[in-house]
């Protein structure tokens, strides 16, 4: 029962993480369509940054969680930035184009951002400072450590805000508007262009914070960092339903839990035939099922397809 | 007479000297990058320094080139570069860094009969194959796993082990090797789990090993991976004795696991830098240059050493020619005595064990 708790507060975890990060994916394609395979690598940016930051102040003497939060919000403002200028020079231009186009300068981007990365901050696993205390509570037998704890409130305090800001706001229904239909939206004085640019700059928000509870959580970062974790977050987006804010959320804890469960409890279930080595399969394994009977996802709706 | 030689080298026009080519190929990019580098570094201080003495081979002045090449630690890039090499018309190869990578690459190597030594491939299919042109300067996986098992069990009294391999042909083989070892030795396996060696989260697989309480975890891996695993697992409250070979055997494990490196254990292939015959000499030539050492940059070192000084025996540089004196050669390398067995491993190959104490590798007695 102890190991069940952990790997469910595990997953729990890991799976918060690819709520932020899905939820990046998942606003761009509502409103535009396109699959941002350059999110990952924002996120990436977002570790490295608040990395940075912690390693300049760790030093300083002020209290650790302080430092974290300078780090962050650091490193928001910085992807913010990053977020903004991809859309505006790799995607703008592109806007009218086949859908193809935009894809193929999406990996494009990526593998820019990455190898600006590493000539900025080398090629190495980069280590993250032990700022926070080690200190973990014991919940029922599992033990729950204080970044986890950071982790789990902080994405649910992003996911309630951007809930929020969504259904409530005149941004949101501006931008509810637009995922609709854009030429519509213009007809009723939206200026679509500066929505796309809030949606990119909102998502990189999101995965900047990610990457701060990546790398603070697992202890490193490196340059690549962001292509198998963007990879898993558009899993757990389309998982929900790509382009459902809710489903983003819901796909993210789910395919975190599966994952951890996966890894914990396959090895036991098979007999040993199967290990911790089919931990990924079992995750995808779950994708494939779910998009069978449910091809749009968990929460998503079916919709026709756009002009 | 010495001064006639001298006059006539004199007069020996720079261009005209006879060129070597040596390939180096290792990983430069990737999450085991500073390692790949390391070895580069190692054949690169060796060629300068055997070009800044003067080089005569076969009566012919000659100068060393290093090709170094990037395999990014992938069997499949390895294939590329290694043809690439041949292609090139290199006399010799060191590398490459990986067993996953130097396996697949002696095939070629062997194919064009160019002699390759590898300074770090431990698995112990790397030599197995029956290649005349594949030779190693390192101690096998073999040997490694049986002193770890005899470590674990006997002195560290280590009675029910779980293990964990990134699955790479490194990982796997001296994960296998130590879990044969073990048992043989009394200790009961608990759990065998896996990860990749691109893999950050441990979380999953600690947890489920945490349930079943081993008194020694050993991990078959590089240090990017054992690094953040050992501190996952403190975070994780296992207190159990963390063992690894020598993939985790680095100064980056120490700075990636921080505070919780303390106490964990490793082995690697060969002496502890200070016993080393040429260790100390060594230390001060490497550092003064490219900074501090990683691994296996002596290694590196001997390899580059001895494929010359095989080329000096033979009095050619052509690999037909120069590859018996290779297979007979006897010198005195920076890491001990080098000679080849009939498989092309290292004779009398020692290992020996460290542990983590106040924030840096010490060899245990």
Request: aromatic content about 8%; overall charge neutral; some cysteine.
């Amino acid at each position: 029962m102890d190991t069940f708790l952990q790997q469910l507060i595990n997953g729990i975890v890991l799976g918060s993480i690819y709520s932020l990060v899905a939820l990046g994916y998942t606003l761009v394609y509502g409103i535009m369509g396109l699959i941002n395979f350059a999110h990952g690598d924002i996120v990436m940016v977002g570790a490295m940054v608040t990395l940075t930051v912690t390693r300049l102040l760790a030093n300083s003497g002020l209290p650790g969680p302080l430092i974290l939060g300078i780090g962050v919000l650091t490193a928001i403002p910085a992807c913010m930035a990053v977020g903004y200028l991809v859309e505006r020079i790799a995607y703008r231009p592109l806007r009218n184009a086949p859908r193809l186009a935009p894809l193929i300068t999406a990996i494009g981007v990526s593998i820019l951002l990455q190898n600006l990365a590493m000539m900025l901050w080398g090629r190495e696993y980069l280590s993250f400072p032990q700022i926070l205390p080690a200190q973990t509570m014991a919940v029922g037998g599992a033990s729950i450590s204080t970044i986890q704890l950071v982790i789990v409130a902080s994405s649910c305090i992003m996911m309630a805000g951007l809930s929020w800001l969504i259904r409530k706001t005149r941004l949101g229904n501006a931008m509810r508007a637009t995922a609709q239909n854009p030429e519509v939206a213009t007809l009723m004085g939206v200026n679509v262009n500066t929505i796309i640019s809030i949606t990119f700059v909102l998502g990189s928000a999101l995965a900047a914070t990610a990457g701060m509870m990546v790398s603070a959580y697992y202890g490193i970062a490196h340059y690549d960092m962001g292509f198998i974790l963007g990879l898993k977050a558009f899993t757990a987006a389309v998982l929900g339903g790509i382009g459902n804010i809710e489903g983003a959320m819901l796909g993210g804890l789910l395919l975190g839990v599966i994952e951890s469960m996966g890894a914990g409890y396959l090895g036991t279930l098979t007999g040993g035939i199967m290990g911790s080595n089919y931990q990924d399969v079992f995750a995808f394994f779950v994708l494939i099922l779910v998009l069978v009977f449910r091809p749009s996802g968990l929460l998503g709706e079916r919709v026709g397809e756009r002009p | 007479m010495a001064a006639i030689l001298l006059a006539s080298c004199a007069k020996q026009k720079p261009g005209s000297e006879f060129v070597v080519k040596i390939g180096s190929v290792a990983p430069l990019t990737g999450p085991q990058s500073h390692l790949g580098k390391d070895n580069d570094n190692g054949v690169r201080l060796a060629a300068e320094e055997i070009n800044a003495s003067g080089l005569v081979i076969g009566g012919k002045k000659t100068r060393i080139e290093v090709l170094s090449e990037d395999d990014q630690a992938d069997p499949r890039t390895a294939t590329i570069v290694a043809q690439k090499l041949v292609d090139e018309g290199v006399n010799g190869v060191v590398g490459h860094f990986n067993s996953g990578t130097s396996i697949p690459a002696s095939r070629i190597y062997s194919d064009a009969g160019i002699p390759q030594i590898s300074p770090s491939a431990t698995a112990t299919t790397y030599t197995g194959q029956g290649f005349e042109t594949t030779f190693r300067v390192v101690t096998n996986d073999r040997q490694q796993g049986e002193a770890l098992a005899k470590f674990a069990v006997g002195t560290l009294h280590a009675r029910t082990i779980a293990i964990i391999d990134d699955r790479t042909a490194y990982g796997q083989g001296i994960a296998d090797e130590f879990e044969k070892d073990a048992k043989a030795e009394g200790a009961a396996l608990v759990a065998h789990e896996f990860t990749s060696d691109h893999a950050t989260d441990f979380t999953a697989i600690l947890t489920s090993i945490k349930g079943k309480n081993p008194d020694l975890i050993f991990y078959g891996g590089m240090d990017a991976q054992a690094g953040p695993m050992m501190k996952q697992m403190r975070n994780l409250g296992m207190k159990m004795a963390f063992l690894g070979a020598d993939g985790s055997k680095s100064p980056e494990f120490i700075k990636l696991a921080g505070a919780s490196a303390e106490g964990a254990y490793a082995s690697a292939p060969g002496l502890p830098l200070d016993k080393m015959p040429g260790g100390k000499a060594f230390v001060e030539r490497f550092t003064a240059k490219y900074g501090k050492i990683q691994l296996y940059s002596p290694y590196s070192f001997d390899a580059t050493m001895a494929l010359v000084n095989a080329m000096k025996q033979a009095g050619s540089t052509d690999p037909s020619r120069y590859l018996p004196a290779l297979s007979k050669i006897k010198m005195d390398g920076v890491t001990g005595p080098i000679s080849f067995d009939s498989k092309g491993d290292i004779m009398h190959g020692a290992v020996t064990l460290y542990q983590v104490r106040n924030g840096s590798w010490i060899a245990l007695p």
